[in-house]
């Protein structure tokens, strides 16, 4: 076990020694150094100018919908003109988790309007209570 601390110990003094050759591989003579100047940069409050895509994601909120016990409701969100729906979801407000959920049987782009989020809500199931639904889409700019 010395034997193999003492060689351990000679291989790093030894990888730590002044030698004067490069670890990096070297450069082949056909290579090119560009450097950009600060003042060749022109972006506005540091974001790129040659931008291509969504920079922007935008979050739209219904209203809070109550679902009445024993009731079904539907909450459409569209995004705005100029946007693209990439999600979206939904949350329950006064709801007490001591009784039975509802049954959420839609939570997705509907098919006829491709930028709004759909979210269908049953509350009809036994020991219903009102509860509140939101339902949020997100569009990209």
Avoid at 3 to 29: E, Y
Avoid at 106 to 133: C, E, H, I, K, M
């Amino acid at each position: 076990m010395r034997d193999l601390t003492f060689v351990a110990g000679l291989v790093s003094l030894a990888a730590c020694g002044d030698s004067s050759r490069p670890t990096a591989p070297r450069a082949s003579s056909e290579a090119s150094t560009s450097l950009v100047q600060a003042s060749d940069v022109h972006a506005a409050a540091g974001k790129p100018t040659d931008q291509i895509g969504f920079t922007r994601v935008t979050e739209v909120t219904s209203s809070i919908v109550l679902v009445q016990p024993g009731a079904a409701e539907e909450v459409k969100v569209a995004c705005p003109a100029g946007t693209t729906l990439v999600g979206g979801g939904y949350h329950f407000t006064g709801f007490n988790n001591q009784t039975t959920p509802p049954w959420i049987w839609w939570n997705q782009r509907y098919y006829a309007s491709p930028d709004s989020w759909t979210v269908r809500a049953s509350n009809t199931q036994p020991g219903a209570v009102v509860f509140g639904l939101v339902v949020s889409a997100y569009c990209l700019s």
